[in-house]
């Protein structure tokens, strides 16, 4: 990875007292991840060229932490060739006194702004281009950015997420180097090595001043805040290596779950369909109900409010997303007689699990579109043959409704998880063909405003067992 | 005096203190059979006379007794017991477990248990205790057989304590030393016609009767190889010929051909027998006429000895060594063997749900649904169209009075023998021969596996294997095999096989290299294995094939039912192609090249699971590689010219130890822009882009399994050969793997195989599998890996990254740990085999399942993925 700072204020190699960096000398620095060197290959009065070259230790930064049991791009990776949390730590080590304005010989020189170009081989930007400007404009900087091919021999791969990045500014050379410490973290998608908690808060102070009006300041905040994977993710990742779904990934996760939410959330879809689960299992009088699926616990934190529910389950596949449900219900804090109500269990819903036996009611909200279709028959036969509840409330997109959305249209699904999303009618059927194998009756209801023609953008059915519990 | 115990029994000693009860119980009971409320007593108390916690210490008394029991363990209970309300909680404990109670009452002298008393310092109560005690006792006396005890014994006097012996007893229904074979001949129901045609056809000879036979002479039916027939029950009722099944069967039981269980009708006219009202409903009339048809002197006499043949005839039997169960409606496993009111209904009736069905019929609950139990169950009582598996039980019962068929299991033949019903006897109340359906409907075992229970997956699991004995399955990773087998996997129906992970050899010495063949071929040797097979390593996916002949064979053997013929998955279970189309285009190209090189005639099977690469890498590992391997290519393509520019440029402008200080750093950045495109050049060698069938290649190289077979016992130059052909007949899509076999002890031998090696690699392959050239080879310490990978020096780069070539960091990555990958690859490999076994065995899929999700459980392991 190589930073090149150059400037064409006059005389140019001023540049080097500024850096307390010899113009005649190559100089080398230990750092804990490899070692920096420094350079100019032009230093003359008109123009100068400064070098900081990363030489980072792909092998080393991996070794001597234990057993070698990590995934795979702990091995392979980008690190060695881009500006990342590494170079942060590098400027601030080597360029300590540039970095604090200081210096010795001209003095003068620290406070005047002078023509500035940084360019970073290679800088990784998650949230292209536009990101990139919007980080660097508001701040002042012209920016250049040309995007590396991720492989030229295969165009149809797309284009990476690589760029030779150039700022030029009219600046001191201490906030340009401020800039870039705070900044370049940002836009990589790996996990900050090296970078604990105590670096983190040194990190943003050091923004001070300017962070705080800085228009993509929540987004750039956010993004120190990286996902620390757990030991579970790792376990499921280790089986999902080569075939990345995009929820799987953490992070691309939560993209997705966004993107479906922020795609629904003009139609305050999602606490409609809460809304409308909860009213039919208040109508069927139920007070043992499992939620199937319950995610991170939406609707369980309703149940929860409601002391007619004496018994809430929540199941989900997911371990992890139980202990996020788990955090988010304070569980833990819970008084006794309010925990005794609620319990989470991982479990699947194409395994017959006989805990889930003899409830009054199931909630199954948003879920069966995240099944295999072949699975179907089991989740149909582990629902309402074996755990065989009273009544099942069950939520699932409307295809048709998708075209109302410009970007989703109807070739498109919600989420790069939705195995399938049925229309009315193939939902309606399905239903029906459920309820007559299980001795169901099944209704339907719409959740979200209704159009004419393609109907609500959510579809529900509630089934009611023969004989069940009286409403 | 000699008291018989049944072996499985709660044997409840009563006495007053200082009887000599933990004497008696010492002399005859191990000591771990023997629970003492004094002694726990002190367990909690760390007092053995503390009075105080007498409550606690039952609780604790009957809590062992109860895991005692429930695991099958003759129990004593050594307390005072002289109380009806102390003893009720203990009869009622034998009744859960179907044990019978036994009580011992010792009820000596007063004289003599003061006197005992005394001479323990640590019993200081007064004589008024003791006295109570025995009027307790005597009051008790003649009550202990009204409470539920089955055997009851009383000694009076101390000389009679010291000689009693103890013998144990079996039960009436263990037979465990009974090993057949046998014949389970399911419901008669006086279907005599059929059942002396079944009789015959299964060879056995109608001969004199040995000793008294019945009046008229009926011929017993003995098996010359020495078979017996066992009658599953309700011989009686319905049919035509009631009086002649009965004497038929009676004649075999004396005679020693034959053993019976009773059934619900056999018991029902027992009870009409003895004079009891029962309604004559179900075919009993046909039962009664018969009998009110005898002349009128010998009715009441053929009355009588046929009441005491029913009464005499035991609830149900466990055979061979509990491998086998007959009983008449079933047997659940907890009841297996044991003896109790509720065990004899259990095997008469079965289990209902208390409801009644639109026939007016109770409705059954089907027990075997839930069973998991070791011994196989062969039952009868509801007519089925056929015999009827399902989780190790099978329903015989074919409905021959009904017009359907009268069905024998040989065993441990494990075949059905029938016989037609000549015509209907009666009509069914419940129509129970399939209509004529244009498809035959799944099997019950089949239809039960379409959802398979979360309890025989989830928590710690411990899975028996042949080859390696138990594999241990955390419960960690069960957790996170159930959520990638739930979301992602394909149906378990197909997944009958996951491979497993494999380690490569131990690392390289030499120059430049991490890994070579010489240290493969020197593990198999020092495990003391002559010849291996090199094959040569494609860089793709892992893909598991499974192939049916048609549709049939898949409906048949996987339970398909809309019309799939096989599946492609991944190593993780995950069906490989996304688009189903595609998957069945791919698979009839494998089913068509399996049909053209004759390969169902030849291995005599309609199916087939292979293990194979599929490739190109990209076709399935396309994200990997652009978020992962494309991206590096990318980053350092795009930077390290720039670096190597700017340094060139800085070079012309320093001079002396300067210059020489940035030479040193340009020629290591040099070397790392010409090691990135070494790297790009690797990992392009397995990329290509896939337009058609014809892009995709296949290259199987083991023959898993077959129907009746898994090929563990053909060597690895059997499975090369026999797919090689497959592949001849479909070069476009299928390829087949070269391979040397080599003598590990011959030095020209390896060598020329360490020459196709580096010739190989060096023209971009991956590298090779070294095999012991049997599939599975025993070395000094059990199984040994069943195969080790030698990787070329340029793939390397791409699992140690692009400038893992310099000495620098060779010396550094040369210090690995195998044992984990390798102890890994052994369980998993155990349990991919013991999975193909069971599903050759036709075991329930929950059994199969098992051992699949064992090995993508232990895939979810921690272990250096660069392995």
């Known amino acids: 990875m190589l930073l090149t700072i150059t400037t064409t204020h006059r ?85 300590g006194s540039a970095f604090q304005g200081r210096c010795k010989d001209r003095p003068e020189l620290v406070d005047v702004p002078i023509p500035l170009e940084a360019r970073l081989d290679v800088l990784p930007v998650r949230g292209g281009e536009r990101f990139l400007r919007s980080v660097f404009e508001p701040l002042g900087y012209e920016v250049e950015a040309q995007r590396h091919p991720l492989d030229e021999r295969f165009p149809a791969w797309g284009e990476s997420s690589y760029y030779s990045v150039a700022v030029r500014a009219v600046a001191k050379l201490s906030d340009l180097l401020t800039h870039l410490y705070v900044l370049v973290p940002v836009f990589d998608n790996a996990k900050h090595y090296y970078v604990g908690e105590a670096e983190l808060e040194k990190l943003l102070s050091k923004g001070s001043g300017w962070l705080a009006s800085h228009p993509e300041r929540e987004e750039i905040t956010r ?33 997705c779950e966004r993107a479906e939410e922020v795609l629904e959330r003009p139609l305050s879809l999602h606490e409609q369909r809460i809304g409308t689960v909860l009213a039919a299992l208040r109508s069927s009088g139920a007070t043992r109900v499992l939620d199937l699926g319950c995610g991170e616990g939406k609707l369980l934190r309703e149940l929860l409010k409601d002391a007619r529910f004496e018994e809430i389950v929540g199941v989900d596949v997911s371990i992890r997303t139980l202990e996020t449900a788990r955090e988010r219900l304070k569980l833990d804090r819970l008084p006794e007689r309010q925990a005794a109500r609620i319990k989470l269990l991982h479990s699947s819903l194409t395994y017959r699990d006989r805990r889930l036996a003899g409830f009054d009611a199931a909630a199954v909200v948003e879920v069966v579109e995240h099944l295999e279709p072949s699975r179907l028959s089991a989740f149909e036969r582990a629902v309402f043959e074996f755990a065989r509840p009273g009544t099942v409330v069950l939520t699932t997109p409307n295809r048709e409704y998708n075209v109302v959305w410009e970007n989703v249209g109807l070739e498109t699904l919600r989420h790069a998880d939705h195995r399938f999303e049925w229309t009315r009618d193939e939902f309606q059927s399905w239903a029906e063909g459920v309820a007559a194998r299980h001795g169901y009756s099944v209704r339907f209801l719409a959740v979200g405003p209704v159009d004419e023609k393609l109907g609500p953008p959510t579809q529900t059915a509630v089934f009611d067992r023969a004989g069940a519990l009286p409403r | 005096m000699t008291i018989n115990i049944p072996k499985l029994s709660l044997v409840v000693l009563v006495g007053p203190s200082g009887s000599g009860k933990s004497t008696f119980a010492r002399r005859h009971f191990k000591p771990t059979e023997i629970l003492s409320s004094d002694f726990c007593r002190g367990m909690i108390s760390d007092d053995e006379n503390d009075q105080t916690v007498t409550r606690e210490a039952f609780e604790v008394l009957h809590y062992v007794a109860a895991k005692r029991l429930a695991l099958g363990r003759l129990t004593v209970i050594d307390a005072t017991n002289v109380q009806p309300e102390a003893r009720k909680p203990l009869v009622e404990l034998a009744r859960d477990y179907h044990v019978l109670p036994v009580a011992v009452v010792l009820d000596l002298p007063e004289r003599v248990c003061r006197d005992r008393n005394a001479a323990r310092g640590d019993r200081d109560f007064g004589a008024h205790v003791i006295r109570n005690q025995r009027s307790q006792l005597r009051r008790s006396l003649r009550d202990l057989r009204r409470e539920g005890f089955r055997h009851v014994y009383v000694f009076h006097a101390p000389e009679q304590l010291d000689a009693a012996v103890v013998e144990r007893t079996p039960l009436w229904n263990d037979k465990r030393d009974d090993h057949g074979p046998f ?128 009464d005499a005839l035991v609830s149900h039997y466990v055979l061979d060594d509990g491998k086998l169960v007959a009983a008449h409606a079933g047997m659940k496993e907890e009841m297996q063997g044991r003896g109790s009111g509720k065990v004899r209904a259990f095997a008469l009736y079965g289990e209902t749900t208390g409801e009644t069905d639109e026939f007016g019929l109770p409705v059954r609950f089907n027990w075997a649904s839930e069973y998991r139990g070791r011994a196989l169950v062969v039952y009868g009582h509801t007519p089925v169209p056929e015999p009827d598996r399902l989780n190790n039980t099978v329903n015989v019962d074919t409905g021959c009075v009904f017009g359907g068929k009268l069905t024998a299991l040989r065993y441990p033949e494990d075949e059905f023998v029938s016989v037609p019903a000549a015509r209907v006897y009666c009509e069914p109340s419940r129509p129970f021969l399939a209509t004529a359906e244009a498809e035959p409907p799944l099997s019950t075992q089949q239809a ?21 004995g138990s594999v241990t399955i955390r419960a960690e990773n069960a957790a996170a095999a159930l959520e990638v087998m739930s979301r992602f996997a394909a149906d378990p129906r197909w997944l009958i096989y996951l491979p497993p992970t494999m380690s490569p050899c131990e690392t390289s010495r030499e120059e430049g290299l991490l890994e070579h063949p010489a240290e493969a071929f020197a593990y198999y040797r020092d495990e003391g294995v002559p010849r291996v097979v090199c094959e040569e390593k494609h860089m793709g996916s892992r893909a598991v094939v499974v192939a049916c002949r048609d549709e049939a064979a898949a409906r048949e053997r996987f339970g398909a039912t809309t019309g799939e013929c096989g599946v492609v998955v991944t190593r993780t279970g995950r069906r490989f192609f996304s688009d189903d189309a595609l998957e069945r285009a791919f698979l009839n190209r494998v089913r068509a090249a399996l049909s053209a090189s004759d390969f169902w005639t030849r291995l005599d099977s309609a199916w087939a699971c292979l293990d194979c690469e599929l490739m190109p890498w990209s076709a399935k590992a396309q994200e990997l590689l652009r978020t992962q391997y494309a991206a590096v290519g990318s980053a350092g393509s795009a930077a390290l010219p720039r670096a190597v520019g700017a340094l060139a440029e800085a070079a012309a402008r320093l001079a002396g130890d300067e210059r020489a200080k940035l030479a040193e750093v340009e020629a290591k950045y040099r070397l790392r822009s010409d090691n990135i495109d070494r790297f790009v050049a690797a990992y392009r060698h397995y990329c290509w882009t896939v337009e058609t069938l014809d892009d995709l290649k296949l290259a199987p190289f083991h023959l898993l399994a077959v129907e009746g077979r898994v090929h563990t016992d053909m060597d690895h130059a059997w499975h090369m050969e026999t797919l090689a052909e497959v592949c001849r007949a479909d070069p476009g899509l299928l390829l087949a793997t070269r391979y040397q076999v080599v003598d590990v002890t011959d030095e020209a031998s390896q060598a020329a195989a360490v020459a196709w090696w580096h010739d190989h690699t060096a023209r971009g392959g991956e590298g090779m599998v070294v095999k012991p050239l049997d599939f599975t080879a025993k070395g000094r310490r059990g199984l040994i890996q069943p ?30 740990g195998l044992g984990r990958k390798r102890a890994l690859a052994i369980g998993e490999f155990a349990l991919g085999v013991e999975g193909l076994e069971r599903f050759v065995r036709r075991e329930p899929l929950r059994r199969v399942h098992e051992c699949v999700f064992g090995v993508l459980a232990l895939e979810s392991e921690p272990v250096d993925p660069r392995l």
């Open chain 2, 787 to 816: 195969a080790v990978k030698c990787r070329g020096r340029e793939y390397l780069r791409i699992i140690y990254g692009p400038d893992y070539t310099t000495s620098e960091n060779l010396e550094r990555l040369r210090s690995r």
């Open chain 2, 448 to 468: 039960h596996d379409q959802t398979l229970d979360a309890d025989d997956v989830l928590g710690k699991r411990i899975i028996p294997t042949r080859l390696r």
């Open chain 2, 183 to 310: 014949d389970l001949i399911g419901d008669v129901h006086g279907c005599c016609d059929e059942l002396e045609t079944l009789l015959l056809r299964l060879g056995y000879v109608p001969t004199p009767a040995p000793g008294v036979a019945l009046a008229d002479g009926a011929p017993c039916y003995v098996h010359p190889g020495g078979r017996r027939a066992i009658f599953l029950g309700d011989l009686v009722d319905r049919g035509p010929r009631v009086l002649d099944t009965l004497r038929l069967v009676k004649t075999m039981v004396e005679g020693g051909s034959a053993l019976c269980v009773p059934g619900n009708h056999d018991m029902k006219l027992l009870d009409k027998l003895r004079g009891k009202n029962v309604r004559i409903t179900h075919g009993l009339a046909n039962t009664l006429a018969e009998i009110d048809a005898l002349p009128d002197g010998t009715r009441a006499s053929y009355c009588n000895g046929l009441a005491s043949f029913l």
């Open chain 1, 11 to 95: 005389p140019a190699d001023d540049l080097a007292y500024l850096l307390h960096k010899h113009p005649a000398r190559f100089q080398s620095y230990d750092l804990s991840f490899g070692r920096a060197h420094v350079f100019y290959p032009e230093a003359t009065s008109e123009r100068c060229r400064a070098c900081l070259l990363l030489d980072v230790d792909a092998v080393g930064t991996v070794r001597g932490k234990g057993d070698a049991e990590g995934l795979l791009d702990q091995y392979v990776n980008d690190r060695p060739y881009v500006a990342s949390s590494f170079l942060s730590v590098a400027l601030s080590e080597v360029f």
């Open chain 1, 223 to 255: 993004r120190y805040l990286k996902f620390q994977p757990g030991l579970y993710r790792e376990a499921l990742a280790r089986l999902v290596r080569e075939e990345t779904t995009p929820d799987v990934e953490a992070d691309a996760s939560t993209t």
